[in-house]
């Protein structure tokens, strides 16, 4: 990771709170860690090593196991992402109709690779496995609105309208 | 809850229901009797939801309340009807009028023209529908309904997934009450063998036996779970099941956990499945709130509890032994069988675990028994299988047909075929497991066994259509990236394998193949298959090993000539301008997503190939045919 991509933690009593209350809450569960990490992800936003260390101290497990848990999985995130999350379904139904150039495209928009943010926060980009709305396909999100049937040239448009 | 209140509320629901399901006359006279004149079922699926069905769900509400009608008409947001392309879904009993792609405006007129005045709006309808003379058939005539054969999906576009007296009135819960109160454990086993069952999630393993080992393991505490973690690109049917009909799915574990004595269930489901653990969350609570789940289950004195498990996005949790891992909270890697989960499975303890769709056939394999559903299918693979139809195909949907019905059936009559005049080339089954069948094998009969015969497999049960324009070693490199990306790094031959693999293919598309790279992959596949930790490593190189059987060619074109006949492979073929026929009308410079296009109006432009990405806009675009593909 280069130095300019290190964003400092952030975090407010109010989410130490939060995920203190989490960490009571799966302490004594079997099985409680990877609920504790969504949970703490849904707090944060994503999982800095700030907060992996605060659920490896609550809940008794070293840190290594949790940074193991938190980089195995590809749900969670150890870098922030975009005030508008951008996925483009990479699943075999889109990606027969053409969803890597729908991905190319994008990026050619915002300058930046996909699993990464735009320096001012803006936007992340991620590919995704599948979202499942196959008849659509080549299908991607912007937030929670699914753009379906999507050629190329839609796509800086769709972006645009979300800086407006 | 005793059967005598099971009883009242499915005769309480029955006739609503069944409306649904009988259609013209005496549908007709059955919704007299419902109360409603009419029903409006609205498709409330991922699919159709993508596409803003909740839109039209709101727009259909706030008119209906407008006209003061709405205690006539009963408005119904059900699971996914299966034709995902043609969403949002409405559809009108008791004629059963399918209208498709509706809008709020649309659904404006439907109230008024349809609801209100009963003059059907055949321009809305969904076309196959309409005769040429203006007649209409209903949706369960078309092509697409009429040879599938519904079981695992026989609620899923007709109840509510989120009222349990829906379920309950098409006979839920009736095969747990019959279980509980007139069936020994070894019965259960024994009519869920007799049926022929087969594992759903892919490796068809007999299901009756998996239940008999987990029911004969030594140990007071074990655990019933399902595996929801559909990681499988392409494949929805798992999904589709959970969001529209979720109470099979329950009814089919508390019936598993009397036969395996267990008193505690898991559902292992995808976090990228929102809807999905929506529903399925609501329906735990409805089921514990009647009484059907938890403590004294239908005063049977069995007790039993399901929790739900939300996966965090990694394809090797799909294999059995890594789900129970990460159940367990930890990376979700494989561990070597035996011991299998019979025996020693979730916290060390015997577990059944079981895929979604195994579990939707259960509870009717019950009620109707062994023999009913063992009529049904091929001789070594019985009942139906539910297919994600998906890639080129005009009908992309769900669709669940007996075992043994023909890949040409599936594509050509239900599919619908290959949209835009495009020719056949292959369809993909099995996900990254899976292979290529190609046209010449459109015939095979599919089952378990012929798949695997051709070098494929079952696998979940996508099944992905390409056309000509695909090109098939772009398409293994595209499964090769996957497996690759997915690996857990457990073992060596897969971690390594996956990444050896796609190098070669990665040099292949770029144009630097070289003859003998097709025995390196052989070779390294050979490795992989044999000894590989689990099925994920294992089944790794079969998409290259069935496209490299069935069209080397392909491969050879690459290699040889260092050509991409289906022109995808982008180092291999660049965009230019033909100056003479360029007007400069700018058309393709505005167009290009990447900019990658220069020149001044009225003059010849010119494509910047290193910018270009090669998605044919400019091609589709130019009105003076000058741009050409080499």
Known sequence: ?164 | MTIEELNKIKAAKADIVKVRTIIAEEGEKLSKVTGYRKQVLVCGGTGCQSSHSMEVLEALNAELAAKGIADEILVVRTGCFGLCSLGPIVIVYPEGTFYAQATPEGIKRIVDEHLIEGKICTDLLYQETVHDDGSIISLSETNFYKKQMRIALRNCGVIDPEDIEEYIATDGYQALYKVLTSMTPDEVCQVVLDSGLRGRGGAGFPTGRKWMFTKDAPGEVKYVACNADEGDPGAFMDRSILEGDPHAVIEAMIIASYAVGSHQGYVYVRAEYPVAVHRLRIALDQARKYGLLGKNILGSGHDFDIEIRLGAGAFVCGEETALLTSIEGHRGEPRPRPPFPAVKGLFGKPTLLNNVETYANIAQIIRNGAEWYSAIGTEKSKGTKVFALGGKITNVGLVEVPMGTTLREIIEEIGGGIPDGKAFKAAQTGGPSGGCIPAEHIDTPIDYESLSALGSMMGSGGLIVMDEDNCMVDVSKFYLNFTADESCGKCTPCRVGTRKLLQLLEKITEGKGEPEDLKKIRDLATHMKSSSLCALGQSAPNPVLSTLQYFGDEYLAHINEKKCPSGVCKSLLHYEIIADKCKGCTLCARKCPVSAITGTVKEAHVIDTDKCIKCGVCIGNCKFGAIVRK
């Open chain 1, 1 to 164: 990771m280069t130095e300019k991509n290190v964003i400092p933690f952030q975090g407010t009593p109010e989410q130490e709170a939060q995920l203190k209350e989490v960490i009571a809450r799966y302490h004594d569960q079997p099985g409680g860690l990877m609920p504790a990490l969504q949970e703490a992800q849904g707090i944060y936003g994503y999982l800095p090593v700030e907060v992996q260390r605060m659920i490896a101290d609550g809940m008794n497990v070293s840190l290594s196991e949790v940074f193991g848990v938190a980089t195995f999985y590809s749900q969670f995130s150890l870098t922030p992402k975009g005030k508008h999350r951008i996925s483009v379904c990479l699943g075999t139904a889109c990606y027969v109709k053409g969803s890597d150039k729908i991905l190319e495209a994008v990026e050619a928009k915002l300058g930046i690779k996909s699993g990464e943010c735009t320096p001012d926060g803006m936007f992340s980009i991620d590919s995704c496995r599948c979202v499942g709305a196959c008849g659509l396909a080549p299908v991607m999100l912007v937030d929670d609105d699914v753009y379906g049937k999507l050629k190329p040239e839609q796509v800086a448009g769709i972006i645009d309208s979300y800086t407006e």
